[in-house]
């Protein structure tokens, strides 16, 4: 139990283009999704909170403009890139909540998905 | 100060020994720990998760919380090449936010 899948898990892109990327929590539901973006060699870093219906909470410093973040129901939150740069190329990173269960509280990671922009 | 601190080692055990691993927080309100394990160039996978003082076990895992000192701790019994890996502390950042504050992480290296 508590599945989190991403989609895609690997994306190159031309620099102005953007990407979307799903996550979905396949086997619970998740009123609270993360998104986080992780460098080589680095540790996480939290993004934005996304909550079901309603709009995502940004981290100090991340654009909310570019990062485009929309989670429609309990199961699927989508985070779009905008205009991607060389300098986004990272690791993005999901995570999912569990709303409730024998889990509840717990947050489960997405295999993340890899983005390069050339 | 770190919100949630971990040495980042190497910290190196040889097989068959107990790895012990260890990380403090700031935030005195914190109510839920965990430890997560990341291997390199993959997602964290949730090992153990904690709210209560004393000690968790699952497995070959043993987390121990001590709010009064703001520690929690991860040892893993009979180290095996396959748990080296990098391990996350991480903490409820409160306030019921579901927020999680990461340490930088403790590179775990168990030679055969």
């Known amino acids: 139990g508590a599945v989190v899948s991403q989609h895609p898990s690997w994306v190159i892109c031309k620099s102005g283009t953007s990407v979307k990327i799903e996550c979905r929590s396949l086997?619970?539901?998740?009123?609270?999704m993360f998104w986080y973006r992780q460098f080589p060699k680095q540790s996480l870093m939290l993004m934005a909170t996304s909550n079901e219906g309603s709009k995502a909470t940004y981290e100090q410093g991340v654009e909310k403009d570019k990062f485009l973040i929309n989670h429609a129901s309990l199961t699927l939150s989508t985070l779009t890139v905008t205009s991607a740069h060389p300098e986004d190329s990272s690791f993005y990173i999901c995570?999912?909540?569990?709303?409730?269960?024998?889990?509840?509280?717990?947050?489960?990671f997405g295999p993340g998905t890899r983005l390069t922009v050339l | 100060q770190k919100e949630v601190e971990q040495n980042s080692g190497p910290l190196s055990v040889p097989e068959g020994a107990i790895a012990s691993l260890n990380c403090t927080y700031s935030d005195r309100g914190s109510q839920s720990f965990f430890w997560y394990r990341q291997y390199s160039g993959k997602s964290p996978e949730l090992i153990m998760s904690?709210?209560?003082?004393g000690d968790k076990e699952d497995g070959r895992f043993t987390a121990q919380l001590n709010k009064a000192s703001q520690y929690v701790s991860l040892l893993i019994r009979d180290s095996q090449p396959s748990d080296s890996a990098t391990y996350l502390c991480a903490v409820n950042g409160g306030r019921n936010t579901g927020k999680l504050i990461f340490g930088q992480g403790t590179t775990l290296q168990v030679k055969p």
């Open positions: 904690i709210y209560s003082n």
């Open positions: 995570s999912a909540r569990a709303a409730s269960g024998r889990k509840v509280g717990e947050q489960f």
């Open positions: 086997d619970f539901q998740a009123t609270t």
